[in-house]
């Protein structure tokens, strides 16, 4: 009886360690896979133009590091962001769905700081990486949520948040505070009229600090810049390189110590304008070559996507003088137009070994097709509520899914609309006024500054794309929608 009691006990052993057994193995094949699974590094510049990169075309500064991350990896010629407007643009870029779709449709403003907030329940690019365990770090500039709300970047995914949670206050270089999660920090170096701490700096220092405390497992930085928006502020360092070099200059007067809102979303005076603004984006190319440098430095190059983009076309705000600069190149419009220059952004993408060196793709894509680009890559599943397309078989020189259509609303400047299918590209203006403009239907292909309006020529074209704009949500904030015969 003891020697059948031994053995039973004997079998029991062994299947308990072999269930442990199974268990490690399972736990460890899992961990393998996650460190294989890419890094992601998502910069997001602020109201940067078509064409003020030089490897876009600028002539009167250069982007070395930025130009080197191209010539390093793929250069997109016809991406475009979510919106015209940072907040909308932002949320195509979280939510994967066009601003037809998205929650946040435009800049609405919560006092005293931040902007309407993402609800709960939407699922967000952070949401969805972090189901594959990456860790998550956003640095910069919010504008999804005030402190505190549901739509709060820490309520929505991102494991660290540093930067500035409202977009208005994201209009000052020198702010009283930025905020590290749920803490507002304040800078004691900005205090009333001193400009000691350069937010952009402070910024940019989390981030890298960022990268290396996570370079061991899987990681997403989602790096939006408030470079080079609105007020034109620069440590005086890097002002030498181009004072005086950029004539005729341009000053500005703006929100100073004696304006009522200085440093909480008031432009502040530049009498160099041009320079500054050169200066500003010799900056962000110098992070943006930092970053890279780390990357390196750390040994993870060749386990490490980068993406640089803007959010959309060049703003006229501040003393900025996109003309001066070419900041379009060829497109017509500007931030808050729904032409190309408001909405064409550069975007470039590197990953060694993985994307070909020095490659250019027209490929037409947008801001909402990088949840389920980053999701694919990551081995997620997208989630089926996007209007994205994966770009990553364009990254990889695999064949490439082509997008039906694309489309974006605007609700300022009196109700804008616009819709590409192909060579298409139907604009409309004044929807919210008695006498909206007049369609106007333009052949990128033929016509890429939007010069020559054909809709009278191709009533059948026009007409199809109208019906196409119907594919849209009615937004629960009335002013985010366009009347009912729309």
């Known amino acids: 009886m003891q020697y059948k009691n031994f053995e039973i006990t004997k079998i029991i052993?062994?299947?308990?360690?072999?269930?442990?057994?199974?268990?490690?193995?399972?736990?460890?094949?899992?961990?393998?896979?996650?460190?294989?699974?890419?890094?992601?590094?998502?910069?997001?510049?602020?109201?940067l133009g078509y064409g003020d990169l030089s490897c876009y075309g600028q002539q009167k500064f250069q982007t070395p590091n930025i130009d080197a991350l191209a010539a390093n990896g793929i250069k997109f010629t016809q991406h475009y962001s979510g919106s015209t407007v940072c907040a909308p643009s932002r949320s195509a870029l979280m939510t994967g769905q066009h601003t037809g779709r998205t929650p946040i449709r435009g800049n609405k403003e919560v006092r005293p700081e931040g902007q309407h907030p993402i609800d709960d329940g939407v699922i967000t690019l952070a949401e969805v990486l972090k189901q594959k365990g990456y860790a998550t770090g956003a640095f910069g500039k919010w504008g999804l949520g005030f402190p505190g709300s549901e739509g709060d970047p820490v309520k929505q995914g991102f494991d660290t948040f540093y930067g500035y949670n409202c977009q208005r206050i994201g209009h000052n270089y020198y702010p009283y505070h930025l905020w590290h999660n749920d803490q507002k920090v304040m800078l004691e170096e900005n205090e009333d009229d001193k400009e000691g701490a350069y937010a952009p700096q402070l910024i940019h220092e989390q981030t890298l600090t960022f990268i290396e405390a996570h370079k061991d497992r899987p990681f997403f930085a989602y790096v939006p810049s408030i470079i080079p928006h609105a007020e034109l502020k620069v440590p005086e360092k890097y002002m030498a390189k181009y004072r005086g070099k950029l004539e005729p200059e341009k000053s500005f007067k703006g929100c100073d110590a004696d304006c009522d809102h200085y440093k909480i979303g008031g432009y502040g005076s530049q009498p160099e304008a041009?320079?500054?603004?050169?200066?500003?984006?010799?900056?962000?190319?110098?992070?943006?070559?930092?970053?890279?440098?780390?990357v390196k430095a750390l040994g993870i190059e060749d386990n490490t996507l980068i993406i640089f983009t803007s959010d959309n076309g060049p703003h006229m705000e501040g003393g900025a003088d996109p003309d001066y600069f070419d900041s379009n190149g060829v497109l017509r419009g500007y931030k808050r137009d729904l032409y190309e220059g408001g909405i064409r952004v550069p975007m470039i993408a590197s990953w060694p070994g993985k994307i070909k060196e020095g490659a250019t793709t027209n490929h037409i894509s947008a801001f909402w097709d990088v949840l389920p680009t980053l999701?694919?890559?990551?081995?997620?599943?997208?989630?089926?509520?996007?209007?994205?397309?994966?770009f990553l078989p364009t990254l990889l020189g695999k064949e490439q899914p082509k997008h039906d259509y694309l489309y974006w609303e605007f609700h300022e400047?009196?109700?804008?609309r616009a819709i590409r299918k192909d060579n298409w590209k139907l604009v409309l203006y004044d929807l919210k006024k008695d006498n909206p403009k007049q369609p106007e239907l333009y052949d990128l292909d033929a016509d890429p500054s939007e010069q020559n309006n054909i809709a009278d020529q191709h009533p059948e074209i026009l007409e199809q794309l109208q019906e196409m704009m119907k594919n849209r949500t009615t937004s629960p904030v009335d002013s985010w929608n366009f009347k009912a015969a729309l």
Do not use: W
């Not at 890419?38 to 910069?43: D, G, S, T």
């Open 13 to 47: 052993l062994a299947l308990v360690l072999i269930l442990v057994s199974s268990c490690q193995t399972s736990q460890e094949k899992s961990k393998q896979e996650t460190a294989k699974l890419p890094n992601i590094i998502y910069i997001l510049a602020d109201d």
């Open 274 to 294: 041009h320079a500054t603004f050169a200066a500003m984006i010799d900056l962000l190319d110098q992070q943006v070559g930092e970053i890279v440098a780390k």
């Open 375 to 390: 999701a694919e890559m990551a081995e997620i599943q997208t989630p089926q509520d996007v209007d994205g397309i994966s």
């Open 413 to 416: 400047r009196g109700g804008r």
